[in-house]
T-cell receptor
Framework: KAGVTQTPRYLIKTRGQQVTLSCSPI?????VSWYQQTPGQGLQFLFE???????NKGNFPGRFSGRQFSNSRSEMNVSTLELGDSALYLC?????????????FGPGTRLTVT | SQQGEEDPQALSIQEGENATMNCSYK?????LQWYRQNSGRGLVHLIL?????REKHSGRLRVTLDTSKKSSSLLITASRAADTASYFC??????????FGAGTILRVKS
Protein backbone atom coordinates (compact mmCIF):
# COMPACT_ATOMS: atom_id res chain seq x y z
CA LYS A 1 0.00 0.00 0.00
CA ALA A 2 1.14 3.52 -0.67
CA GLY A 3 1.89 5.55 2.43
CA VAL A 4 0.42 8.84 3.55
CA THR A 5 1.21 11.60 1.11
CA GLN A 6 1.25 15.32 1.76
CA THR A 7 1.43 18.19 -0.67
CA PRO A 8 3.18 20.46 -1.03
CA ARG A 9 6.34 19.41 0.79
CA TYR A 10 7.64 22.93 1.18
CA LEU A 11 5.86 26.25 1.19
CA ILE A 12 6.88 29.85 1.75
CA LYS A 13 4.15 32.37 2.49
CA THR A 14 3.96 35.96 3.62
CA ARG A 15 2.38 37.08 6.87
CA GLY A 16 -1.32 37.73 6.41
CA GLN A 17 -1.77 35.27 3.56
CA GLN A 18 -3.65 32.01 3.83
CA VAL A 19 -2.50 28.50 2.98
CA THR A 20 -4.07 25.13 2.23
CA LEU A 21 -2.25 21.88 2.86
CA SER A 22 -3.37 18.53 1.51
CA CYS A 23 -3.13 15.01 2.88
CA SER A 24 -4.00 11.71 1.22
CA PRO A 25 -4.32 8.85 3.72
CA ILE A 26 -3.44 5.22 3.25
CA UNK A 27 -6.08 3.49 1.18
CA UNK A 28 -8.88 2.26 3.42
CA UNK A 29 -8.02 4.54 6.34
CA UNK A 30 -10.92 6.76 7.37
CA UNK A 31 -9.27 8.73 10.15
CA VAL A 32 -6.97 11.63 9.37
CA SER A 33 -5.37 13.78 12.04
CA TRP A 34 -3.16 16.84 11.78
CA TYR A 35 -0.24 17.96 13.94
CA GLN A 36 2.01 20.99 14.13
CA GLN A 37 5.67 20.47 15.03
CA THR A 38 7.91 23.35 16.11
CA PRO A 39 11.20 23.39 18.02
CA GLY A 40 9.63 25.35 20.86
CA GLN A 41 6.25 23.63 21.31
CA GLY A 42 7.04 20.18 19.97
CA LEU A 43 4.32 18.07 18.37
CA GLN A 44 0.85 19.45 18.97
CA PHE A 45 -2.47 17.93 17.95
CA LEU A 46 -4.57 20.13 15.69
CA PHE A 47 -7.65 18.05 14.85
CA GLU A 48 -8.91 14.66 13.73
CA UNK A 49 -11.42 13.85 11.03
CA UNK A 50 -13.28 10.60 10.64
CA UNK A 51 -15.77 9.96 7.86
CA UNK A 52 -15.86 13.68 6.95
CA UNK A 53 -16.63 14.76 10.54
CA UNK A 54 -14.28 16.56 12.88
CA UNK A 55 -14.16 14.41 16.00
CA ASN A 56 -11.82 16.44 18.13
CA LYS A 57 -9.83 19.62 18.06
CA GLY A 58 -6.68 20.76 19.82
CA ASN A 59 -6.05 24.14 21.38
CA PHE A 60 -5.45 26.19 18.28
CA PRO A 61 -7.16 29.43 17.20
CA GLY A 62 -9.98 29.43 14.69
CA ARG A 63 -7.55 30.46 11.96
CA PHE A 64 -6.71 26.77 11.74
CA SER A 65 -9.43 24.75 10.06
CA GLY A 66 -9.75 21.55 8.15
CA ARG A 67 -12.05 19.32 6.24
CA GLN A 68 -12.24 15.78 4.97
CA PHE A 69 -13.70 14.61 1.70
CA SER A 70 -15.71 11.50 0.96
CA ASN A 71 -12.57 9.74 -0.32
CA SER A 72 -10.93 10.43 3.10
CA ARG A 73 -8.47 12.95 1.69
CA SER A 74 -8.11 15.90 3.99
CA GLU A 75 -7.12 19.53 3.73
CA MET A 76 -5.96 21.93 6.39
CA ASN A 77 -6.29 25.67 6.01
CA VAL A 78 -4.54 28.40 7.93
CA SER A 79 -5.83 31.92 7.38
CA THR A 80 -4.14 35.22 8.20
CA LEU A 81 -0.73 33.62 8.62
CA GLU A 82 1.52 34.74 11.45
CA LEU A 83 5.27 34.30 11.79
CA GLY A 84 4.64 31.79 14.58
CA ASP A 85 2.79 29.51 12.19
CA SER A 86 6.12 28.52 10.64
CA ALA A 87 6.33 24.81 11.37
CA LEU A 88 6.33 21.29 10.04
CA TYR A 89 2.72 20.21 9.56
CA LEU A 90 2.20 16.48 9.74
CA CYS A 91 -0.85 14.49 8.92
CA UNK A 92 -1.46 10.92 9.96
CA UNK A 93 -4.01 8.33 9.01
CA UNK A 94 -5.39 5.43 10.92
CA UNK A 95 -7.85 2.65 10.42
CA UNK A 96 -10.79 1.69 12.53
CA UNK A 97 -10.87 3.51 15.80
CA UNK A 98 -8.86 6.55 14.80
CA UNK A 99 -6.56 7.81 17.53
CA UNK A 100 -6.99 4.60 19.54
CA UNK A 101 -4.91 2.87 16.92
CA UNK A 102 -1.43 3.43 15.57
CA UNK A 103 -0.96 6.50 13.43
CA UNK A 104 0.79 6.40 10.07
CA PHE A 105 2.44 9.72 9.41
CA GLY A 106 3.17 11.48 6.16
CA PRO A 107 6.48 13.25 5.45
CA GLY A 108 5.03 16.62 6.38
CA THR A 109 4.74 20.05 4.82
CA ARG A 110 7.38 22.55 5.89
CA LEU A 111 5.69 25.96 6.05
CA THR A 112 7.78 29.09 6.35
CA VAL A 113 6.02 32.39 6.99
CA THR A 114 8.04 35.52 6.26
CA SER B 1 -4.07 19.35 28.57
CA GLN B 2 -1.46 17.02 29.93
CA GLN B 3 1.70 16.25 28.05
CA GLY B 4 3.93 13.25 28.43
CA GLU B 5 7.17 14.16 30.14
CA GLU B 6 10.11 12.24 28.81
CA ASP B 7 13.34 11.44 30.53
CA PRO B 8 16.16 11.80 29.69
CA GLN B 9 16.03 14.64 27.17
CA ALA B 10 19.12 13.24 25.46
CA LEU B 11 20.99 9.96 25.60
CA SER B 12 24.30 8.96 24.03
CA ILE B 13 25.40 5.32 24.04
CA GLN B 14 27.74 2.96 22.25
CA GLU B 15 26.52 0.55 19.62
CA GLY B 16 25.49 -2.72 21.23
CA GLU B 17 24.40 -1.14 24.51
CA ASN B 18 20.80 -0.90 25.68
CA ALA B 19 18.87 2.37 25.76
CA THR B 20 16.00 3.13 28.12
CA MET B 21 13.64 6.08 27.82
CA ASN B 22 10.88 6.96 30.23
CA CYS B 23 7.57 8.75 29.85
CA SER B 24 5.35 10.01 32.66
CA TYR B 25 1.84 11.41 32.45
CA LYS B 26 -0.78 12.84 34.76
CA UNK B 27 -4.27 11.48 34.16
CA UNK B 28 -6.05 8.34 32.98
CA UNK B 29 -5.23 7.19 29.50
CA UNK B 30 -6.76 4.98 26.83
CA UNK B 31 -3.38 3.96 25.45
CA LEU B 32 0.21 5.10 25.12
CA GLN B 33 2.12 5.05 21.86
CA TRP B 34 5.82 5.33 21.08
CA TYR B 35 7.14 6.90 17.89
CA ARG B 36 10.56 7.46 16.35
CA GLN B 37 11.51 10.39 14.17
CA ASN B 38 14.60 10.85 12.07
CA SER B 39 15.33 12.93 9.03
CA GLY B 40 15.32 9.96 6.71
CA ARG B 41 12.03 8.26 7.54
CA GLY B 42 9.95 10.89 9.29
CA LEU B 43 7.72 9.93 12.22
CA VAL B 44 7.23 6.19 12.53
CA HIS B 45 5.01 4.24 14.92
CA LEU B 46 6.88 1.76 17.12
CA ILE B 47 4.53 0.25 19.70
CA LEU B 48 1.06 0.93 21.10
CA UNK B 49 0.27 -0.31 24.60
CA UNK B 50 -3.26 -0.15 25.99
CA UNK B 51 -4.14 0.81 29.53
CA UNK B 52 -4.96 -2.79 30.47
CA UNK B 53 -1.59 -4.09 29.23
CA ARG B 54 1.66 -4.11 31.19
CA GLU B 55 4.30 -5.06 28.66
CA LYS B 56 4.72 -5.41 24.90
CA HIS B 57 7.58 -6.48 22.70
CA SER B 58 8.46 -5.82 19.09
CA GLY B 59 11.80 -7.10 17.89
CA ARG B 60 14.48 -5.31 19.94
CA LEU B 61 11.90 -3.01 21.52
CA ARG B 62 10.23 -3.57 24.87
CA VAL B 63 7.62 -1.24 26.30
CA THR B 64 6.23 -1.35 29.81
CA LEU B 65 3.30 0.53 31.26
CA ASP B 66 2.63 1.12 34.95
CA THR B 67 -0.73 2.82 35.29
CA SER B 68 -0.40 3.08 39.07
CA LYS B 69 2.75 5.18 38.64
CA LYS B 70 1.46 6.77 35.43
CA SER B 71 4.65 5.94 33.60
CA SER B 72 5.96 3.98 30.66
CA SER B 73 9.39 2.98 29.50
CA LEU B 74 10.85 2.07 26.14
CA LEU B 75 13.86 -0.24 26.10
CA ILE B 76 15.91 -0.69 22.94
CA THR B 77 18.28 -3.63 23.25
CA ALA B 78 21.55 -4.14 21.34
CA SER B 79 21.34 -0.65 19.85
CA ARG B 80 22.59 0.13 16.36
CA ALA B 81 23.73 3.34 14.71
CA ALA B 82 20.48 3.28 12.73
CA ASP B 83 18.55 3.68 16.02
CA THR B 84 19.86 7.27 16.25
CA ALA B 85 16.68 9.36 16.27
CA SER B 86 14.25 11.26 18.46
CA TYR B 87 11.79 9.09 20.37
CA PHE B 88 8.38 10.36 21.44
CA CYS B 89 5.71 8.98 23.68
CA UNK B 90 2.16 9.94 22.75
CA UNK B 91 -0.67 9.70 25.22
CA UNK B 92 -4.13 8.91 24.00
CA UNK B 93 -6.41 10.79 26.34
CA UNK B 94 -10.01 9.80 26.81
CA UNK B 95 -11.92 12.24 24.65
CA UNK B 96 -9.91 11.42 21.54
CA UNK B 97 -6.83 13.56 21.75
CA UNK B 98 -3.27 12.40 21.16
CA UNK B 99 -0.71 14.35 23.19
CA PHE B 100 2.98 14.01 22.44
CA GLY B 101 5.86 14.34 24.84
CA ALA B 102 8.86 16.54 24.15
CA GLY B 103 10.95 13.56 23.09
CA THR B 104 14.26 11.92 23.90
CA ILE B 105 17.15 12.40 21.48
CA LEU B 106 19.09 9.15 21.20
CA ARG B 107 22.53 9.04 19.68
CA VAL B 108 24.15 5.67 19.10
CA LYS B 109 27.86 5.87 18.46
CA SER B 110 29.55 3.25 16.30
Amino acid sequence: KAGVTQTPRYLIKTRGQQVTLSCSPISGHRSVSWYQQTPGQGLQFLFEYFSETQRNKGNFPGRFSGRQFSNSRSEMNVSTLELGDSALYLCASSSGGGLTYEQYFGPGTRLTVT
Amino acid sequence: SQQGEEDPQALSIQEGENATMNCSYKTSINNLQWYRQNSGRGLVHLILIRSNEREKHSGRLRVTLDTSKKSSSLLITASRAADTASYFCAIMEYGNKLVFGAGTILRVKS
